[in-house]
């Protein structure tokens, strides 16, 4: 496959070329012959929020900040509007400190929190779930049309995971552009680092659509919902907790995105059928019974 380094109007892409990122290795192939190859990156990166020690992740390195307040934001111990005093990255220290105007309820958070499939980091505070209750996702709209160029262009573009794989990528949409392009061994980091820079560049939600190479949990879904995004999709699968708290909120939820193939399993209302798909269905057997 042809890779297409047609960057126009992608305001952050994965850049493989990047020193840090990734290593080369020397290993054993399949026929005994010597190999090298490259492997990505994986180091901690350690949060505090006001002085207080939050969480260590293992993380890839790049934007250490976005990372930072994407998942301070989304585990609900900053809010939107609250005040950002500063965020200082130490990187010897492998360290983030932010700072801002308020107190957060550091050791309740820390105590109420349920471990979850995810990778890297891997944990929801209690306290999310209850604030799905308020979520009320904008009706926008997605045309077939700019779903599958989105897909073909996207999964064109340069990445970490094209050059060593072994590492997730999260892309923030609007209608068939691709926005910011970020990776992370965790899918959740990934995510956090564009609620980051959303957070930081005040950047509108409801417009907007979340593409991801990972798996559809329920913490993905939680995540994208809390972030104010109406649609979620994936060329992997789902989990049946995701797509129940998926059509719980209202949220669209497209999975299994391969050519011009799908499943919606939640928020069908918001696809346009500007066009008529050139490959065959779903097979409905592939379905699980429990996704249903």
Known sequence: ???????????????????????????????????ETSVVEERPLTIFL?????????????????????????????????????????????????????TTRHEEKLKKKTRTSGCAVGTVFGDMMEGLDEVQLPQTTLKLSDLYALSARINRMPSLYLEAGAIHGTVLCKDAQPLVYMEDVGRHNAVDKIAGW???????????????????????????????????????????????????????LIGRLRGERFVCLSGEQR????????????????IRKGAQ
């Open 271 to 286: 696809l346009i059928r500007d066009v008529a798909p050139r490959d065959r269905k779903e097979d409905p057997r592939q």
């Open 50 to 102: 006001n002085g207080t020690e939050i969480v260590t992740a293992m993380t890839i390195g790049d934007y250490p900040a976005y990372l930072a307040l994407g998942f301070l934001l989304n585990q609900r111990m900053l809010s939107p509007d609250e005040t950002i005093k500063g965020v200082d990255y130490d990187e010897e220290l492998e360290t983030v400190v932010v700072r801002t105007d308020g």
């Open 1 to 35: 496959m042809a890779i297409s380094h047609d960057l126009d109007g992608v305001l952050i892409a994965p850049n493989p070329q990047a020193p840090g990122l990734t290593r080369a290795v020397t290993g054993i192939d399949a026929q005994g012959e010597p190999v």
């Open 198 to 252: 959303m957070l930081s560049e005040g950047a509108t939600a409801s417009d907007k659509m979340l593409y991801t190479t990972g798996r559809l949990t329920s913490e993905m879904v939680i995540k994208t919902a809390l972030m104010g995004i109406p649609i979620l999709a994936s060329r992997s699968g789902f989990t049946a907790w995701g797509v129940e708290i998926a059509r719980q909120v209202g949220l669209t």
